[in-house]
């Protein structure tokens, strides 16, 4: 069964930086489109960004356009997310899986990402 791992989340000063990182074990990487989302407190799971298999970044909403970077690792299953200039609003759970969610079927926990002073 597919299993998605997150982890690298942290608290962080507004203004720092952090790598997500999600390895996925269970099945196939290839040819998956991958993608972050999060889902802060209150609030509805959101994607925040996409990349294809071949490595490019084709879908992230406005406010973390500049700021964060999604990179991808074919040979290891892995996904990244570099997160630069970190705001309070980008206070959530962040968690990875294909896009659209529902093609490898499961959530991972999710790493915990907390910008704050």
């Known amino acids: 069964q597919v299993q998605l791992v997150e982890s690298g989340g942290g608290l962080v000063q507004p203004g720092g930086s952090l790598r997500l990182s999600c390895v996925v074990s269970?099945?196939?990487?290839?040819?998956?489109?991958m993608a972050w989302y999060r889902q802060a407190p209150g609030k509805q799971r959101e994607r925040v960004i996409t990349?294809?298999?071949?490595?490019?970044?084709?879908y992230y909403i406005d406010s973390v356009k500049g700021r964060f970077t999604i990179s991808r690792d074919n040979a290891r299953n892995t996904v990244y997310l570099q997160m630069n200039s970190l705001k309070p609003e980008d206070t959530a759970v962040y968690y990875c899986n294909s896009d659209p969610w529902n093609y490898l079927g499961a959530w991972g926990q999710g790493t915990q990402v907390t910008v704050s002073s």
């Open positions: 990349i294809t298999w071949g490595g490019t970044a084709t």
């Open positions: 269970g099945r196939s990487f290839t040819f998956i489109t």
